[in-house]
């Protein structure tokens, strides 16, 4: 087996693994006053303090959550409806991850204003559309950092500095569940406020996220325990935070072998196989992912053909999979239907060996050739 969905969800490390089991084992309720509960909090402070180490801010800043969409619902709608008095005009992209997208569409209905801003024919957000869009009553801007389709790395940096100009009241939230432990993320010095991050992307388990909160009021979304600050009640999933600790201690941002990874996959489609059109920037680029179209040949189609044979992929993002509709991405990005239809997202955690990256090209080459003509 191959497996090339790690966007979807990555495999649970051994050392996630092991400390979920362990946290097991300190079975005692976190907000529990003796030894067990005090036990189970310690794990809690010890993965937060993990965590917070990957984003270079300070532990007490960082929330657990079940997961990337939850921190981005608790970031916006947490937000926003605190702060509404101060200004109902809200910025994101059309190339939102759909955690982000749907609590917009909420916040309209709630009597909000939001632009949606679009993007190149790489991904890359339009700081021009942006800058146009920007104004006194802005309160609030989404952008992601890495995008989950095509991998393309937004400006974050660049988004800031123009906010500071035309909209300095206005905070900005990052969803960085695709960034977190690939590229390096510096929330603090770009003036980020809010964060959204996952543990399964990056070998942690599934049902746990976190979201860093820098000095900003959020209305919470569950009420009743009062635990995290009043922020997030609800007794805190210690195995899945442990996991979560874990797997973020072990991560390493930035590896050029990953990129060779994708360059390899690239050119062997190029090289061996007619009719292929690659999305995404080469440039503003993670490195962690590879969107492509194979003309003429149904993504889906395609997708079963190669886990027949033991290699994994997706055909957009996992979290909108089972839904008929054409992906949003690459609808933004300008792709004809032709190439939205057959496009196929292969996503890494590990460098890929030479011999696995000539299985892979090979049986895709030949997979893309053989459906072609049965298609024909």
Not at 27 to 54: M, Q, T, Y
Not at 312 to 332: E, I, N, Q, R
């Amino acid at each position: 087996m191959i497996y090339l969905d790690n966007a979807a969800t990555t495999k649970p490390s051994e050392t996630a693994k092991n400390a979920a089991l362990e946290a097991m084992e300190c079975f005692g309720n976190p907000s529990s006053l003796h030894r067990l509960g005090l036990d189970a909090e310690k794990i809690i402070k010890k993965s937060r303090e993990a965590v917070a180490g990957v984003l270079g801010v300070p532990a007490g800043d960082i929330y657990f959550t079940s997961g990337g969409t939850e921190a981005n619902n608790l970031a916006i709608l947490g937000y926003c409806r605190a702060n509404q008095r101060r200004g109902k005009h809200i910025i994101t992209s059309k190339i939102e991850h759909p955690s982000v997208l749907a609590p917009m569409e909420q916040l309209e209905k709630e009597g909000f204003s939001v632009d949606r801003i679009g993007v190149d024919a790489d991904g890359v957000f339009s700081l021009e559309e942006f800058s146009q869009k920007l104004c006194e009553d802005t309160i609030f801007v989404s952008v992601m950092a890495v995008n989950n389709e095509v991998g393309t790395v937004q400006p974050i940096a660049k988004i800031r500095e123009l906010m500071k100009k035309k909209a300095p009241n206005a905070i900005l939230h990052v969803d960085a569940v695709q960034a977190f432990g690939k590229i390096v993320l510096k929330p603090k010095q770009w003036g980020v406020e809010l964060m959204s991050v996952s543990a399964h992307k990056i070998h942690g388990l599934k049902g746990c996220g976190a979201l860093y909160v820098g000095g900003v009021r959020l209305n919470p979304l569950q009420l009743g325990g009062g635990q995290q600050k009043d922020l997030r009640s609800g007794t805190e999933n210690v195995p899945g935070i442990a996991a979560f600790g874990a797997a973020a201690g072990a991560v390493t941002p930035e590896s050029d072998e990953i990129f060779q990874t994708r360059t390899a996959l690239k050119q062997g489609f190029s090289e061996q196989i007619e009719r292929v059109v690659f999305h995404g920037s080469d440039t503003e680029q993670s490195g962690y992912l590879l969107n492509v179209s194979f003309l003429g040949v149904k993504a889906e189609v395609l997708l079963h053909t190669l886990e027949a044979k033991g290699i994994y992929v997706s055909g957009g993002s996992a979290c909108s999979s089972h839904k008929p509709m054409p992906s949003h991405v690459l609808t933004a990005m300008g792709c004809k239907k032709e190439e939205i239809d057959s496009a196929i997202r292969f996503s890494f955690s590990q460098p890929l060996t030479d011999a696995e990256i000539e299985l892979v090209v090979k049986t895709v080459c030949d997979s893309v050739s053989e459906l072609r003509r049965f298609m024909r």
